[in-house]
C-alpha cells in the first residue's frame, strides 16, 4: 500500500507507509493522499489474505498507534475519505468513474487497516483521542466519528451497486465491521458505547431504514461476486494467498501451502457480510430501559411489510421487501448459523413475517433443513442447534402449522440415514429427529434447557399428531423406557447416600429433571391418545408390544395420575385382540389391522381429561448476553477480515461461549 507498491514483499519498506505511521503530521490537502490511493497490491478477500498483509504492515501499523496523537494523521485520513464521499454522492450514476471508485475502495483499506489496529490495542476513550483533528482543533472527535460513520452508510445506500462499485461496497461493510468490533475487545455494555451510540443516534439515525432495507435486500440478492474479485492480477490461480505468502515468506525459504478449504471463498462475499452486518446491528443497544438509546435498525427490520401482504393492524412499514423471495434465500442457508438466527428474529418479533411463512402449505422447504441442522448436531455448535431448536418450538405453538406436519407426506429423505423411513409424514420426521437431539443430548451435553424445549416442541405438537410412522412410534415409547430405568436407578442412589450432602444434591437435582421430562413425555404420548388415537394405530401397537414399561412406571406416584389414561388404552386394545386372535399368532401388519378396526369401537370419554398441553418461547430478559458474544463469533469466523486474539474479551475463539436460551 502505497504509491509504487505492487506486492506484499515490498510493504514493510514502503516510503509512504513509513511516512503515514511517523510523527510527521500530514494535512487532507496534501498530494500525498493522491498517491497512497495507487497502490497496486490486491486487496485481501479473505481471512488469511487478510492476516498475511497484516503481518506485513505490522512494523508500520505499531507506529501508527504510537504517533498518531502527534500526528492526527488518523483524522487527516478520515477527512480525504469524507470528501471523497461527497464527490461521489453529488455525481448521477453516468458520471461515476470506476477508477474513482476503484481510488475510493484503495483509500477506506488504509483507513480499515489503521483502524482495526487501534480497535484492537485501544479502549474506546483512548480511541476518541486518536480522532482529534489538527485542521480543526476545536471539533469533537465524537463529530468527526459521527461524520465517517454517516459517509460508510451513504456508499452502502447512495452508491448504486454494480460490478464497478461491488468492491467498495464490501470495502465499506468490512470497515463499518472493523469500527463496531471494538466490543469484541471491552467489557463496556453497547449501550454505553460511543461508537453503537453514534451510530443508534445523530446523523446515522437519519439512514437507519435505509441501511436496514440495503442490508436485507443485499442479503436476498446473493449477487454474485464479479470477475476476478480473488483474483485481482488477473491470473490464472484464482488465489491470492500463494502469491501474497511468497512475497512475505520467500525470502526466508519458507514453503507455502495451496489454499485449503478453510479459506471461505463464498460465490456472493457482499451478501454474507451483509447479513453478519444486520445481525449485529440489530442485537445491540437492546435494551429499552429509560437510560438506554432506541435502536432504530432493530426497530426497522421488525416493521418492514411485504409485497402484496396486508396484515390487520401491523403499522406502518419501515421498508417493504419481497417475502417470497428473503423466505426462499434464508431456507436455502439454514445450514449457516446467520440465517437461522435471522430467522429467529423474523418469527419472534416480525408479526408480519411470521404470518407470512405460517401461511404458507408447503412448510417442508422451510422445516427439512431446521430438522437436518437438529439431526447432525454433533457436527454443528450448539448455539446453531439451540436456534434451529427454538425456531421449531416458536413455529409449533401454531396449530396450523402443527396440522400442516402431518399432511406432508415425504418419499425420501435424503440425509437421514439412521434407517429408511420412506413415505413418512413430516409430523413424525419431526418427532424422530426431536427424539434423536434429545438422545445425544443426553449421552453428552447434558443440557436440561435443551431437553425442556424439545419436549415443549412436541408438547404443542401432540394433539395433532396423525398417521405416526412405526419408527417414530417405537422412539417416543423407547424414550420412555429410558427414562423410566433412568429414574429407577436415580432413586437407589439417592436412597444410599447421606441426606443434604453435595452428591446428594447433585442426584436429587438429576432426579428431579428425569422426573420431569418423564411425566412430560407421558403426557405428551396422553395427548396423541387423546386427541388422535383413531389416527395413530402404530402408536397403539407399540403401547401394547411394551406395555410392561408402562407397568414399571406406573409404580411410582409421580406417574400415577398420568399413567392411568395410557394403562386404559392398553387394556381396552389388549381385550380386543384377545377376543378377535383367540390365542393364534398375528403378524404385525395383521395385528396393526385388528387395532384400527378396534379403534372404530373406542371412546375417548373413556380418558381423564387434561389441560391441553401449550408451550411459549419467551427470550431472556437481557438477551444481548447471549446474542452478543454469539453474533461476533460469527462475525470473527466468517468475515473476511483477521482480528488479532491477544486482547480479545467477548468471547474464545473455536470454543463456545456461556449463554442460555429459555
Not at 400415577?560 to 395410557?566: A, L, Q, R, T, W
Request: hydrophobic fraction near 40%; proline fraction near 4%.
Amino acid at each position: 500500500m502505497g504509491s509504487g507498491a505492487s506486492s506484499v514483499a515490498e510493504l514493510g519498506t514502503n516510503e509512504n507507509l513509513a511516512r503515514l505511521a511517523s510523527a510527521e503530521r500530514i494535512c487532507s490537502n496534501d498530494p500525498f493522499w493522491n498517491g497512497l490511493m495507487s497502490y497496486t497490491v490486491p486487496i485481501p478477500r479473505t481471512k488469511r489474505d487478510d492476516e498475511l498483509l497484516t503481518a506485513a504492515v505490522r512494523g508500520h501499523l505499531d507506529r501508527f498507534v504510537q504517533f498518531n496523537p502527534q500526528s492526527n494523521n488518523l483524522s487527516s485520513l478520515i477527512q480525504v475519505f469524507l470528501g471523497r464521499v461527497r464527490e461521489i454522492a453529488a455525481l448521477p450514476i453516468s458520471e461515476q468513474s470506476p477508477a474513482f471508485l476503484w481510488q475510493t475502495e484503495r483509500l477506506l483499506f488504509v483507513l480499515r487497516c489503521v483502524s482495526k489496529a487501534l480497535m484492537e490495542t485501544l479502549t474506546e476513550d483512548a480511541l476518541l483521542k486518536q480522532l482529534v483533528s489538527a485542521e480543526k482543533p476545536d471539533e469533537e472527535p465524537e463529530r468527526l466519528l459521527d461524520y465517517f460513520l454517516f459517509s460508510l452508510i451513504e456508499i452502502l445506500v447512495k452508491v448504486p451497486l454494480s460490478r464497478h462499485s461491488y468492491s467498495l461496497h464490501v470495502e465499506a461493510l468490512c470497515t463499518l465491521l472493523v469500527f463496531m468490533s471494538q466490543q469484541m475487545f471491552s467489557t463496556r455494555a453497547s449501550h454505553t458505547s460511543i461508537i453503537f451510540t453514534t451510530l443508534m443516534s445523530g446523523q446515522c439515525k437519519l439512514l437507519s431504514a435505509s441501511l436496514t432495507k440495503y442490508l436485507v435486500e443485499a442479503y436476498m440478492a446473493q449477487m454474485k461476486n464479479p470477475p476476478n474479485f480473488y483474483d485481482q492480477n488477473g491470473s490464472q490461480g484464482g488465489s491470492l494467498i500463494v502469491d501474497l505468502a511468497v512475497g512475505l515468506f520467500g525470502a526466508l525459504g519458507v514453503s507455502v501451502a495451496e489454499p485449503t478449504p478453510s479459506d471461505q471463498r463464498p460465490e456472493a462475499v457482499l451478501s454474507q457480510i451483509a447479513l453478519v452486518t444486520l445481525l449485529i446491528l440489530t442485537n445491540h443497544c437492546t435494551d429499552t430501559g429509560a437510560e438506554s438509546v432506541m435502536n432504530p435498525f432493530r426497530k426497522h427490520l421488525f416493521a418492514f411489510g411485504l409485497e402484496s401482504v396486508q396484515v390487520e393492524g401491523a403499522g406502518v412499514c419501515s421498508f417493504v421487501c419481497n417475502g417470497q423471495r428473503l423466505l426462499e434465500v434464508i431456507c436455502g442457508d439454514l445450514n449457516e448459523a446467520p440465517a437461522m438466527l435471522l430467522l429467529y428474529m423474523l418469527l419472534h418479533n416480525n408479526h408480519t413475517f411470521k404470518l407470512f411463512i405460517l401461511s404458507r402449505s408447503n412448510i417442508d422447504y422451510m422445516v427439512l433443513p431446521i430438522l437436518q441442522v437438529l439431526y447432525q448436531a454433533e457436527n454443528r455448535s450448539s448455539y446453531h442447534v439451540y436456534m434451529a431448536l427454538i425456531v421449531l418450538l416458536i413455529l409449533s405453538e401454531d396449530d396450523l402449522f402443527s396440522q400442516t406436519l402431518q399432511d406432508v407426506t415425504l418419499h425420501h429423505v435424503d440425509w437421514y440415514s439412521e434407517r429408511n423411513v420412506g413415505d413418512i409424514n413430516l409430523g413424525s420426521l419431526f418427532i424422530l429427529v426431536v427424539i434423536r437431539t434429545m438422545h445425544y443430548n443426553m449421552t453428552r451435553a447434558r443440557d436440561r434447557y435443551l431437553h425442556t424445549n424439545c419436549l415443549a416442541a412436541l408438547a404443542n405438537t401432540s394433539a395433532h399428531f396423525s398417521r405416526m410412522h412405526p419408527y417414530a412410534a417405537q422412539r417416543m415409547v423407547s424414550l420412555c423406557q429410558i427414562l423410566g430405568k433412568r429414574y429407577h436407578r436415580l432413586q437407589e442412589q439417592i436412597a444410599s447416600m447421606e441426606e443434604g450432602s453435595e452428591p446428594h444434591n447433585e442426584v436429587s437435582l438429576d432426579l428431579g429433571v428425569c422426573e420431569e421430562m418423564l411425566r412430560l413425555m407421558l403426557e405428551i404420548i396422553n395427548s396423541c391418545l387423546s386427541h388422535q388415537l383413531k389416527h395413530n394405530p402404530n402408536l397403539v401397537y407399540c403401547l401394547l408390544y411394551k406395555s410392561e414399561v408402562f407397568s414399571h412406571i406406573g409404580m411410582q406416584d409421580a406417574f400415577i395420575d398420568v399413567i392411568k389414561n395410557i394403562d386404559t388404552v392398553i387394556q381396552f386394545f389388549t381385550t380386543k385382540l384377545d377376543q378377535a386372535t383367540q390365542g393364534h399368532q398375528r403378524s404385525e401388519a395383521q395385528v396393526t389391522q385388528l387395532i384400527q378396526e378396534a379403534s372404530m369401537l373406542w371412546s375417548s370419554d373413556r380418558l381423564r381429561k387434561f389441560p391441553e398441553l401449550k408451550f411459549r418461547y419467551v427470550e431472556e430478559t437481557q438477551p444481548e448476553e447471549f446474542f452478543v458474544p454469539y453474533i461476533w463469533s460469527l462475525a470473527f469466523s466468517m468475515a473476511p477480515v483477521y482480528w488479532k486474539t491477544k486482547n480479545l474479551i467477548l468471547f474464545s475463539p473455536g470454543g463456545e461461549q456461556s449463554g442460555v436460551l429459555v
